[in-house]
């Protein structure tokens, strides 16, 4: 028999906590990424001196196994995807399909403004050339991942691609073979079979493959992983581009008596799933519907597979119910709180949601579970977490392309604006700034 959960409480009824408060006093979980940086860094300087052998030496330490090469044959590719269920290959086309749509109306267009006549200030809007996508192992396997990193590199016009992702020791060292399918779903060519740190420094380093071949490095990596995959994304930040150091999952779910705790319970459960550090975080201004929800968690706990997990996940300071004495006051924590999911189940949803100013995703109402955006909504699941979304964004069309100002200007144009110039570089104490001007107009002694 399941015992009742409980989720802890933090009752803000009656105060008025600043933001700075607000952010000490709300559940919060998160990890450490320093305190393992140190087991880290000597992986990516091994693979960094040895290249790919180094990586296969670690997969084999920490994955159980040592693939015949970094890169799956083509023809494991397409093997994967024949053999691929197809309930599940008709719900990653679905997947695709909408995921294309919305991001194909994320991409910019360059824009060019005329200064003065003569002068103009082009922003051209270019692709990184070679991405690498991670794809993480570890308690579940994620086609859905490859669908949100893919699709926005390719819509954004990028023309290398590889998918990274570790061996399966069940799988003869290939990754999972619902990961290979949905890559050849996508028309990706290049997927390694490599995890872990070790796969983000040979992301960064690139190396020689066990048949000679080339593994060509990238120049900006995207998608989420665990403590030492973030760490290697860390070390190796500057040398390529990363997305964001991602945390574990997190759900926070603002709701009012005129939520349905069934609902409420089933999405807070859904995401503590992930992982026992996963964080499932309610915002109401009801006790009963906090008493109700309780109640619902312990009811939908004995038919959930990964009880243990999601009863880990729920215990965990990270997780909670915080009491508020209305919205406006909800709204203030959530918006402290920044959830990388944040769910609005009130009275007048859309309203309320449009006040948010801080959350990697927001779904409104009752019939827009954060599920639906892990899968077919359309919208991108690699999203910030830890709080990051007051000032960070999810994956786009946008992480994969550079804005590069292109500059213009007649002899005319430059000419009306040369003693502005002078003028700068000689407050700035660059006089040689101001030569350059200069010495297109007069001669310098």
Request: proline share 5%; with cysteine; hydrophobic share 45%.
């Amino acid at each position: 028999m399941t015992s009742r959960i409980e989720l802890a409480r933090v009752d803000l009824r009656g105060r008025t906590p600043t933001t700075a408060q607000l952010r000490t006093a709300l559940p919060r979980g998160g990890v450490d990424v320093d305190s393992v940086l140190h087991q880290v860094r000597p992986m990516v300087e091994a693979v960094r001196d040895r290249g790919a052998a180094a990586a296969l030496e670690f997969g084999a330490k920490f994955d159980g196994v040592t693939p015949e090469s970094v890169r799956v044959p083509a023809d494991r590719l397409a093997a994967a995807l024949a053999e691929l269920d197809p309930a599940v290959r008709a719900a990653l086309e679905v997947a695709i399909e909408r995921t294309r749509v919305v991001h194909a109306d994320q991409r910019r267009t360059d824009t060019t403004t005329e200064v003065v006549p003569g002068g103009t200030v082009t922003e051209r809007w270019v692709p990184v050339e070679r991405v690498g996508l991670y794809v993480p192992g570890g308690n579940a396997v994620y086609p859905s991942s490859v669908v949100m990193n893919v699709v926005p590199a390719q819509a954004a016009g990028v023309d290398s691609l590889v998918v990274a992702s570790p061996p399966q020791q069940q799988f003869g060292g290939l990754p999972h073979p619902t990961i290979l399918a949905a890559a050849r779903l996508l028309g990706v060519e290049e997927v390694w079979a490599v995890g872990g740190a070790q796969a983000v420094a040979l992301l960064s380093y690139g190396g020689t493959d066990t048949d000679g071949a080339d593994l060509l490095p990238v120049d900006l990596i995207t998608g989420p992983g665990n403590i030492y995959v973030t760490a290697a994304k860390r070390l190796c930040r500057g040398l390529v581009g990363i997305d964001a150091e991602a945390g574990p999952t997190e759900i926070a779910v603002l709701a009012d008596a005129t939520a349905d705790p069934v609902h409420v319970a089933a999405d807070l459960i859904s995401q503590a799933e992930h992982d026992v550090l996963a964080a499932s975080v309610l915002v109401t201004d009801s006790p009963e519907l906090a008493d109700a929800v309780d109640a619902a968690l312990t009811a939908q706990l004995t038919l959930v597979k990964h009880a243990e997990r999601v009863t880990t996940a729920l215990a965990g300071t990270q997780s909670g119910t915080v009491l508020v004495d209305d919205i406006d006051q909800g709204l203030r924590v959530v918006n402290a709180y920044a959830a990388e999911h944040l769910e609005i189940q009130t009275a007048d949803a859309a309203d309320v949601a449009a006040r948010v100013r801080s959350a990697g995703a927001i779904f409104v109402g009752p019939y827009a579970p954060v599920s639906l955006g892990d899968y077919c909504a359309g919208s991108n699941h690699v999203l910030p977490t830890a709080g990051c979304a007051r000032h960070s964004s999810g994956l786009s069309v946008q992480t994969f392309l550079r804005g590069i100002h292109v500059v213009e200007y007649s002899e005319s144009a430059l000419k009306d604006v040369a003693g502005h110039v002078v003028a700068l570089a000689d407050a700035e104490d660059l006089p040689a700034h101001g030569q350059a001007v200069r010495a297109r107009f007069e001669a310098l002694s």
